[in-house]
């Protein structure tokens, strides 16, 4: 069963004071992800991996184009407000520092989409999820009552997918979730993603630059190149024989995965 598709997908930023033309950024782009799968997005910087993702979750307006999920139209527009749509997807930002309410502590945070998107008002509940949940990205016990501003990069990063997982959503899309990491902590926090997919069936989509936390990761590797998905594969496959020159350039420069 597919969770979300999108179709031909076109966007385009407006005119600004850099270009005076509208910038293309999402060229046609179709993207399946059935329920329970991890499927990775690359590209390089600019490519639109952002946008496209903002695209799906009904924060980015779009030119042309459908964004269907569990089979309702959720293409931009006063349609996307509903909760139901929330519920099925939670978004991880690039940048969960700039998108936490800078005073907010660290349990509420985590707390408030179970108290709003699934009307949990026990205490004791809560702070139960919430707390499985921290430790599950290894935030330290001392920080559950910090305020989001007194965080840093990666432990808000943390606190953020930690958020976006307690809802227990039907597919999280996570945008560079491990990129503030150290590397021990992202091996933990890749652990902790593949965990909530397998125990409980969350699809995936990750974002990413880390070549080597999609593979590890995804079941599918797609690569944006220019607001178009150039190659689409089972992650085995396209790390064994990349067909489309970005693909072979992406690899070329991970180590562990000379094209
Ligand atoms: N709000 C905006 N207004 C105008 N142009 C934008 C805006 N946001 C992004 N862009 C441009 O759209 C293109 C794609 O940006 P996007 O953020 O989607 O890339 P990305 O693949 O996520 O990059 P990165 O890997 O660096 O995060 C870039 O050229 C960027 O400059
Ligand atoms: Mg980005």
Do not use: N
């Not at 999609?214 to 085995?236: N, Q, S």
Request: aromatic content about 2%.
């Amino acid at each position: 069963m597919t969770v979300i598709e999108c179709h031909r997908l076109r966007h385009a930023y407006p005119p600004s004071h850099r270009s005076a033309a509208a910038v293309p950024v999402l060229d046609g782009v179709d993207l399946t992800i059935a329920a329970g799968e991890r499927v990775a997005l690359v590209g390089r910087s600019g490519s639109g991996k952002s946008t496209l993702v903002r695209a799906l979750l009904a924060l980015e307006p779009v030119e042309a184009g459908t964004i269907r999920c569990d089979g309702r139209d959720v293409t931009p527009g006063p349609v996307h407000r509903l909760r139901w749509f929330r519920r099925v997807v939670q978004y991880v930002p690039q940048d969960p520092g700039s998108t936490l309410d800078p005073r907010a502590r660290v349990l509420d945070i985590v707390t408030e989409p179970i108290r709003r998107l699934c009307g949990v008002t026990d205490r004791a509940r809560l702070t139960a999820v919430a707390v499985a949940a921290l430790e599950a990205v290894r935030l330290p016990a001392d920080l559950r009552t910090a305020r989001a501003r007194d965080l840093s990069g990666g432990q808000a990063q943390r606190v953020a997918i930690a958020r976006a997982l307690s809802p227990e959503p039907r597919l999280l899309i996570a945008d560079e979730p491990v990129s503030g990491l150290d590397a021990p902590l992202r091996a933990h926090v890749v652990d902790a993603l593949r965990q909530a997919s397998e125990t409980r069936g969350t699809a995936l989509l990750l974002v990413s630059h880390d070549l080597s936390a999609a593979a590890a990761l995804c079941d599918r590797i797609t690569v944006l190149h220019e607001g178009r998905l150039v190659e689409d594969r089972p992650t085995g496959d396209l790390l064994a024989g990349p067909e489309h020159p970005e693909t072979r350039a992406l690899l070329a420069a991970v180590p562990r995965f000379p094209a």
